[in-house]
């Protein structure tokens, strides 16, 4: 069992930077690909970004690629979502996903994950 607790959401201008965090519990979080996905208000959840358990694959969606970094630290449980230069369009709940899966191609599908964050907001203005 793994929980998932993400934070460092708010309200920043556009062009700013944020950094979130997805903290875990349970020791066998090191053996978890973790996914960060995000949904705005009326849209569907979408993939933002991914990384395996040992960090040596990280893949993002096309939106966000050469903005957002996503990284782990395995000795402390954590996932971080490195933001930068953000857009009016990044605004939206963004959540942090666990997922055992070892296939790379199941990362960007919300389905392929087994335990899930509460969330936190991400508002950005113009």
């Known amino acids: 069992q793994v929980q998932l607790v993400e934070s460092g959401g708010g309200l920043v201008q556009a062009g700013g930077s944020l950094r979130l965090s997805c903290a875990a519990s349970g020791r066998t979080f090191s053996s978890y690909a973790v996914g960060w996905f995000r949904q705005a208000p009326g849209k569907e959840r979408e993939f933002v970004a991914a990384i395996s358990w040992s960090g040596g694959y990280i893949y993002y969606a096309d939106s966000v690629k050469g903005r957002f970094t996503i990284s782990r630290d395995n000795a402390k449980n954590t996932v971080y979502l490195q933001m930068n230069s953000l857009k009016p369009e990044d605004t939206a709940v963004y959540y942090c996903?666990?997922?055992?899966?070892?296939?790379?191609?199941?990362?960007?599908?919300?389905?392929?994950?087994?335990?899930w964050g509460q969330g936190t907001q991400v508002t950005v203005s113009s």
């Open positions: 996903a666990a997922t055992t899966s070892n296939f790379y191609n199941d990362y960007v599908n919300q389905w392929r994950y087994d335990y």
